[in-house]
């Protein structure tokens, strides 16, 4: 039980475009989740968390209007990247939770976005 | 803030035994985790300690020192496959959860 998936699980964009990324939780309702990213050789880094039907709590020099998350169901919350630059090559991995705390976190298989 | 350190990297001997220390400097404490996470994927569920002690769990055990700040995964009998990048994680004040930089472990034979 506790699966998470993401999708893509790769993709190249060009410098511009928008990006968006799906993270589905499959066995479960997650009432909270989480968007981290993580770039080579550095710690995942907590980019926002989404309680399902609210808006997503960004953490502090995450731009809101650049990284929108939409968390429209217990089951699925997306975030696109927009007008993607090189420099938001990374990977981004999202947790969904079935509680409102971090202590049970179930992670999806991450997304390895790479901007041209 | 929170801050937590780890070795960048290690190196150990199939079969062997090694200790992958943490230590942290959190506001707040509400538990300490250990993840692996092997190269381009999601980090896995290792351990959680919130007690002073240690935590055994197979080939894996975990130990936390709350008054020191400090926190160690003890890995035995080692595998190949057990190379991978040790993530250790403090659920802070806030519940927020920090990562460490990762501690890369290699296996050799």
């Known amino acids: 039980g506790a699966v998470v998936s993401q999708h893509p699980s790769r993709v190249i964009c060009k410098s511009g475009t928008s990006v968006k990324i799906e993270c589905r939780s499959l066995?479960?309702?997650?009432?909270?989740m989480f968007w981290y990213r993580q770039f080579p050789k550095q710690s995942l880094m907590l980019m926002a968390t989404?309680?399902?039907?609210?808006?997503?709590?960004?953490e502090q020099g995450v731009e809101k209007d650049k990284f929108l998350i939409n968390h429209a169901s217990l089951t699925l919350s997306t975030l696109t990247v927009t007008s993607a630059h090189p420099e938001d090559s990374s990977f981004y991995i999202c947790?969904?939770?079935?509680?409102?705390?971090?202590?049970?976190?179930?992670f999806g298989p991450g997304t390895r976005l790479t901007v041209t | 803030g929170q801050n937590i350190d780890q070795p960048t990297e290690m190196t150990a001997t199939e079969g062997a035994i090694v200790q992958i220390n943490c230590t942290y400097q959190?506001?707040?404490?509400?538990?300490l985790f250990w993840y692996q996470q092997h190269a381009g994927e999601a980090p896995t569920f290792l351990s959680y300690?919130?007690?002073?002690g240690l935590e055994e769990k197979g080939r894996f055990s975990s130990f936390l020192s709350r008054s020191k700040g400090y926190s160690y995964l003890l890995l035995k009998e080692l595998q190949m496959k057990d190379s991978a990048s040790y993530l250790c994680?403090?659920?802070?004040?806030?519940?927020?959860?920090?990562f460490g930089k990762g501690t890369k472990l290699s296996v050799i034979p």
């Open positions: 066995d479960f309702q997650a009432t909270t």
């Open positions: 989404s309680n399902e039907g609210s808006k997503a709590t960004y």
């Open positions: 959190t506001s707040g404490f509400n538990g």
């Open positions: 300690n919130v007690l002073d």
């Open positions: 947790s969904a939770s079935p509680g409102t705390n971090h202590y049970e976190q179930y």
């Open positions: 994680a403090v659920l802070g004040g806030s519940y927020q959860l920090t």
